[in-house]
């Protein structure tokens, strides 16, 4: 037989591959799911049983919260990375450690074919391609769901036909749960005026009040939080749990697709968004004005290459080896007072802090300087606009 590997989630599109790949095409179908975050062991178990009543001659469920983590998530820590100032990658980081997982995989059991269940319309079929096409050129890509166009009901039908009876009744609201955050999207987000209801989010307002959480920070990874030290990936769920029951990190992204279409999705990201601005503003207490200034537009090129499926380019080795470096005094206590719906940051603790008061207080006094010393340096500073103008000063046009 054919062996072939399909990335499995358990949803409709990916159990009609499943069936239809098997019966009706004659594969050997092994199906994987990789956990980048967001399953529990009880869904793990339906997902598995799911697949056996497919028909699949294997089901695996590959961990990869750590390799998400040690490869992708870091980075966009260190980069303080939102998307278009708002999006934290959560999807679109997961799927390129899924497409690398489930090609090792492949190649792991000499499979000659990869399946994914993506549509013609998204941007997880660039993801998955790319990441196919360049680890395993040798591999054919297979994709029912994208080349036959299938309508839901269509799935529907066919696996209902075939003695496929689950429950495909689709979910007001899709969810997409991750280490780094979770995906909403509804009938809301197909338009562009609308908002998501309370109810989308999958975390709802739990406590009221307030309260300050301590965030420690070394080398710019999240090593402790309330000063007990845990793994950063233990410490992003625990952190996620507690800032969510204030139904915090809710927003919806405004995009542009690979495919070149707008995009909009709803967003729940408490610990990212939390971590990002409290690593944030660690970073501007210890790193330099001309680090930040290059971290910034670094950090952006590789958000967006990430996004695009562009991973694998070297160019992205070399941004993360730039990140890493400037994370050397990135260590420190952040202050943050979660609340109904936001978050303050209130302040950091680091010995590696810049402002020092020994060489003065910003708009109080100066210690490392004269007032001679300070007028010489604005006069220098103004030389080349004062040349400009001496030299234009009959322009018609300032």
């Keep these: 037989m054919k062996k072939l590997v399909l990335a499995y989630s358990g949803g409709l599109d990916t159990s009609y591959c499943a069936k239809y790949l098997s019966q009706e095409k004659g594969y050997e179908v092994h199906a994987v799911s990789v956990n980048t975050g967001g399953f529990t062991a009880e869904e793990k178990k339906e997902i598995e049983e799911k697949a056996v009543k497919l028909g699949v001659a294997s089901y695996t469920n590959i961990e ?34 899924q497409a690398i997982e ?45 080349d036959e166009q299938l309508a839901r009901q269509d799935e529907i039908a066919y696996l209902q036909k075939n003695g496929v009876d689950m429950s495909w009744e689709k979910a007001k609201y899709s969810i997409n749960r991750g280490l780094w955050g979770t995906s909403v999207g509804g009938e809301e987000t197909l338009t562009s005026h609308r908002s998501l209801p309370e109810e989308a989010y999958p975390s709802q307002l739990e406590k009221e009040g307030s309260r300050q959480v301590k965030l420690s920070f070394r080398k710019g990874e999240l090593v402790a939080i309330d000063d007990k030290e845990d793994t950063p990936v233990n410490n992003i769920e625990l952190l996620n749990s507690i800032a969510s029951a204030y139904a915090i990190g809710r927003d919806i992204h405004v995009g542009d697709t690979i495919i070149g279409i707008k995009g909009r ?10 971590i990002i601005k409290a690593h944030h503003t660690l970073e501007k207490h210890v790193l330099t004005k001309w680090q930040q200034h290059h971290k910034e537009y670094l950090a952006n090129w590789y958000g967006m290459l ?28 952040v202050f943050v007072t979660l609340a109904p719906y936001r978050f303050v940051i209130d302040g950091i603790q680091s010995e590696h802090d810049l402002m020092n008061a020994s060489f003065g207080s910003y708009g109080e006094m100066n210690k490392g300087w004269t007032a001679e010393d300070a007028k010489g340096f604005i006069k220098l500073n103004a030389n080349q606009n004062k040349i400009y103008h001496h030299v234009n000063q009959n322009s018609s046009e300032l």
């Design 265 to 274: 999705v709803g967003f729940e990201a408490a610990a990212p968004l939390v």
């Design 64 to 97: 990869a919260r750590d390799t998400f983590y040690k490869d992708v998530v870091k980075y966009l820590i260190f980069g303080n990375i939102l998307k278009n100032n708002t999006y934290p990658l959560s999807v679109s980081a997961e799927r390129i450690v």
């Design 306 to 333: 990430l996004h695009e499926g562009q991973y694998l380019d070297e160019v992205m080795r070399n941004i993360e080896t730039f990140l890493a470096d400037t994370q050397k005094n990135v260590t420190g206590d």
């Design 102 to 146: 489930i090609v090792n995989y492949a190649k792991k059991i000499g499979a000659q074919y990869i399946a994914h269940g993506s549509t013609g319309a998204g941007n997880d079929q660039v993801r998955f391609d790319m990441i196919f096409q360049i680890l395993a050129p040798e591999i054919e890509i297979i994709t029912p769901i994208r």
